[in-house]
């Protein structure tokens, strides 16, 4: 089963992607803030993260920026999850390595196409890879 990192500090926010998520069947694991999600990253191997951005201790850039740097973790597609939703955040997000970008509130619909999208060009390059 798909496995997705839910990397958010917001426990009510994390139950309802989870419950999106494993309705939509996904499985999914959680990180509540920066460290955790660095060690999930490489002890969990999600297939996909999604990683708010504004989490307490190193935030979802900073983490974001030393996932993409590891080569055992630099290939799990990541969608930044933020209220910042300007267009200077997007072009950041993209910049540090975030393969997407959702602003909050979540539009449900479009996040699992865009995972959907992510998970299915992963696939093709590792096929490729091979």
């Given at each position: 089963m798909t496995?997705?990192?839910?990397?958010?500090?917001?426990?009510a926010i994390r139950e309802l992607l989870a419950r999106r998520?494993?309705?939509a069947g996904y499985d999914?694991?959680?990180?509540?803030?920066?460290v955790r999600a660095l060690l999930a990253s490489v002890n969990?191997?999600?297939?996909?993260?999604?990683?708010?951005?504004?989490l307490p201790i190193l935030n979802g850039w900073q983490v974001t920026e030393r996932i993409k740097k590891r080569p055992?973790?630099?290939?799990?597609?990541?969608?930044?999850?933020?209220?910042?939703?300007?267009?200077?955040?997007?072009?950041?997000a993209l910049n540090i390595g975030c393969d997407d970008f959702e602003a909050k509130p979540i539009d449900f619909d479009r996040l699992i196409r865009k995972i959907e999208k992510l998970l299915s060009t992963d696939?093709?390059?590792?096929e490729t890879a091979a």
């Open positions: 496995r997705i990192l839910i990397v958010e500090d917001d426990a998520l494993n309705m999914t694991i959680f990180a509540e803030d920066g969990e191997a999600p297939d996909l993260i999604l990683m708010d951005m504004g055992e973790t630099r290939n799990i597609p990541i969608i930044a999850l933020t209220a910042y939703a300007l267009s200077d955040d997007r072009y950041r696939a093709r390059q590792r």
